[in-house]
DNA sequence: AGCTGCGTTAAGATTTTTCTAAACCAAATT
DNA sequence: AATTTGGTTTAGAAAAATCTTAACGCAGCT
């Protein structure tokens, strides 16, 4: 009414992806890093906000964009060194990538090391992200939504929930079921347009 | 190598929703709410969770679970005092789903109140994410994507980058762009499936 | 003009997430 | 067997996010 244009800070630097913070004493976030050119830290800083976007940890994200453009495997120390993170990060961090599919380990015979490998096909990532991630998700909402409707019924049996009321809340809620039976069946042909 | 299995606690639990936290001394937290019953407090307490895996905060989503069951509009004050949350947040969150479209506001003549009332087609407030959130980010980051390469090739002129290794970035950097760029082609296609 | 009630804004408190330091375990080496 | 080294775990510190309190501005009413 008053406002014409209501700011949204959230809306408003919508295509930007969230910023990483950094030390006061540095700040420009991306230049932190040990060990790498400017440009590959700003990737690495890029892929970090990116991993945000997508529920993962920064930290997830700027080592799946060290590796991304390292020609050779790295160890854990050098990714921790590289990044200025701690070793423990890194280790977390990497075994993530792994169970996406996003990173590869290896090890060779002379070195203890593990050496990890960024996978070169950031679209796999994305989908074993849909079909172990979404999927599930969506399976696990189906299950709630369907649950809900049962205590519904309960609650106008009860007396708890008014008739019309219970009506137009099940309308909804089977609007919802259906909704998302739909995407999932979708999501299978979604992947492979993605890829 | 010893671990058989990992264990990321991230992943074993993927496919619940993120659970909100609640006060201790209440800790089933899909009960704090007061005014509604049980299984609609539950309903907004999903969609809570669900919000924050879209990048949105769960206040957002309960709002809008609020609002999908309830048969008639609601004043901010009631959101406030259904959902336990301030008038600030209710405010905030409620004008965010009105810029997703995910609400509707009215007011009654005879009443100074907003109205605030759910869009009952969560497609489209998924379309108008992908198309308000998901294309900008898209378009940011291929452009970021065409700067670093612009950066990498002074970093290789100025001897900061070696030939081979600028190669390698090149390429994959290259890659990513490209992949970028199909799938912002797809994704229009994508939003009409999910309607 | 002064009140009152509504929505918004801003600063700071709270909660949640993310990261780190340090202890720990297992394998390889001495 | 003791030591070293690499990776993992965990408890708690640091950072970031979300929410709340309190002040503010505007409109309609008395």
Redesign the pocket.
């Known amino acids: 009414m ?2 014409e244009i ?2 949204f800070p959230e809306f408003s630097e919508i295509s930007e992806i ?6 006061p004493g540095n700040p420009e976030g991306a230049y932190r890093v040990k060990n790498l050119t400017q440009s590959r830290s700003e990737f690495a800083e890029l892929l970090g906000r990116t991993a ?1 976007a997508f529920g993962l ?4 994200g700027q080592i799946y964009g060290l590796l991304y453009l390292s020609a050779q495997p790295l ?3 050098e990714i921790a060194e590289s990044l ?6 890194a ?5 993530q990538l792994e169970a996406l599919h996003a990173v590869q380990v290896s090890s060779k015979d002379s070195d ?3 050496y990890w490998e960024a996978r070169l096909e950031p679209q796999e990532v994305l989908q074993k992200m849909m079909s172990s991630v979404l999927m599930p998700r969506l399976t696990n909402a189906h299950n709630r939504l369907e649950g809900l409707l049962e205590r519904m019924e309960a609650e106008k049996n009860s007396g708890e929930l008014s008739g019309p009321e219970f009506t137009v809340c099940q309308q909804r809620i089977q609007q919802l079921i259906t909704k998302t039976d739909h995407f999932k069946t979708w999501l299978p042909l979604i992947e492979r347009l993605v890829k």
């Open positions: 008053w406002a209501p700011k969230p910023k990483i913070s950094c030390d945000q940890t920064p930290s997830v160890s854990l120390d200025d993170l701690s070793k423990a990060s280790s977390i961090g990497a075994r203890r090391r593990d």
